[in-house]
């Protein structure tokens, strides 16, 4: 176990040679390497903006179910305030109707005209008012 590294061979010029051509093709390399950097780059963000984009379709389409039940539920009260509406109507046609005269009334009041026609008639012949009235003129046909 000894405290200092053994000290390394020194380069032979077959050595030299090998890396000077194992940096010539490694300059390449690293362009390919940040190529390929650049290229996991644009995929990283290429699936961010995937992810974000089915995010988005996803809200979107529970704001559409919101809005469409947003929708029936309108639909809904629209319909239950035409009902109401509609019932409204009934109940003042209805009100209107039962504040008519009934058959009775009618009938009563149609035989109180008719005797007082009678009552009236009558009062003008014995008090001989009907004098007082103007005199028709004869009907042509029945002069000679």
Do not use: F
């Not at 319909?79 to 058959?103: C, F, H, M, Y």
Request: hydrophobic letters at 45%; a positive charge; proline letters at 9%.
């Amino acid at each position: 176990m000894s405290a200092s590294p053994a000290p390394a061979p020194a380069p032979t010029p077959a050595a030299v040679e090998k890396p000077a051509a194992a940096v010539a093709p490694s300059t390449p390399a690293p362009a390919g390497s940040a190529v390929g950097d650049q290229l996991a780059r644009i995929e990283d963000k290429t699936a961010r903006i995937e992810d974000k984009y089915a995010r988005s379709e996803q809200l979107l389409s529970r704001m559409e179910e919101k809005i469409e039940g947003a929708t029936t539920r309108m639909n809904e009260v629209a319909r239950q305030s035409d009902l109401a509406a509609l019932r409204g109507e009934v109940r003042s046609i209805n009100e209107r109707v039962k504040r008519s005269p009934g058959t009775g009334a009618l009938v009563l009041t149609a035989i109180i005209t008719a005797v007082l026609t009678v009552v009236l008639t009558v009062a003008v012949q014995r008090l001989n008012i009907d004098s007082m009235l103007p005199q028709r003129a004869a009907p042509a046909a029945t002069q000679p």
